[in-house]
């Protein structure tokens, strides 16, 4: 079972637009958040990442929406770039365990010059 | 620093064989994981460390062993390898805790 699911499967935008990636999940231990970026035959690297006690999280054109109650949570990229076309996953873990993360199935990104 | 490194970068394995996937940092990181990361399927934990000595099973242990005899390396070992471990496995390290993870460039394996 999924414990992090992620949709789309894949996502097209034109340059300058907007990119949005949601994630939902069930598992309320879970208390980090992070997204990553992978290229292809390229490990993947995080990108961005956030606590549940915020509900927003800014870096750059990349930001992250948190809704705790609903337990999902989306990245947006803004003014969306040809370099932005990649793969992106969502993870959680409960941060207590160590490092037991459960990633997303992962979103492919194609952005239109 | 070189970061995290895995090796071989591509292996091809006949079912049955017994392999050792190699990975090493040099960033004095005390946490560190292996995946496996298929097509539709996003990244799966296969067992993680939190320092020399203390390893603990992931989401998708069963096929796989490691050690951690020290801080720098981390073996991911296939006992007898099937064709379901076709897969891209994947090292990383933290230094603690789950902030910036970083991840090896992967390591391509087919089981024939």
């Known amino acids: 079972q999924q414990q992090v699911k992620q949709s789309p499967q894949s996502l097209i935008v034109q340059k300058g637009g907007i990119s949005i990636i949601n994630c939902a999940y069930e598992?309320?231990?879970?208390?980090?958040f992070p997204w990553y970026q992978q290229f292809p035959g390229k490990g993947p690297a995080l990108l961005i990442a956030?606590?549940?006690?915020?509900s927003e999280k800014k870096e750059g054109r990349f930001t992250i929406s948190f809704n705790k109650s609903a337990k999902q949570f989306s990245l947006h990229i803004m003014d969306s770039q040809p370099g932005d076309s990649a793969t992106y996953f969502c993870?959680?873990?409960?941060?207590?365990?160590?490092?037991?993360?459960?990633f997303g199935t992962g979103t492919s990104l194609t952005v239109i010059p | 620093n070189a970061g995290v490194t895995q090796t071989p970068k591509f292996q091809v394995l006949k079912t049955g064989q017994s392999m050792t996937l190699q990975c090493a940092q040099d960033?004095?990181?005390?946490?560190m994981s292996w995946y496996r990361q298929d097509p539709g399927m996003g990244l799966r934990l296969i067992h993680y460390?939190?320092?020399?000595?203390?390893?603990d099973q992931g989401e998708v242990p069963n096929g796989y062993n490691v050690s951690r005899s020290t801080t720098e390396d981390f073996p991911l070992r296939l006992l007898s390898a099937a064709p379901s471990q076709t897969s891209v496995y994947f090292c990383?390290?933290?230094?603690?805790?789950?902030?910036?993870?970083?991840f090896g460039p992967g390591t391509r394996l087919l089981v024939l």
């Open positions: 990383a390290s933290s230094p603690r805790g789950p902030e910036t993870q970083y």
């Open positions: 598992n309320t231990a879970f208390d980090y």
């Open positions: 956030i606590r549940p006690d915020v």
């Open positions: 993870a959680a873990t409960p941060s207590h365990t160590g490092n037991q993360f459960y």
């Open positions: 960033m004095n990181h005390e946490y």
């Open positions: 460390s939190v320092g020399a000595g203390i390893t």
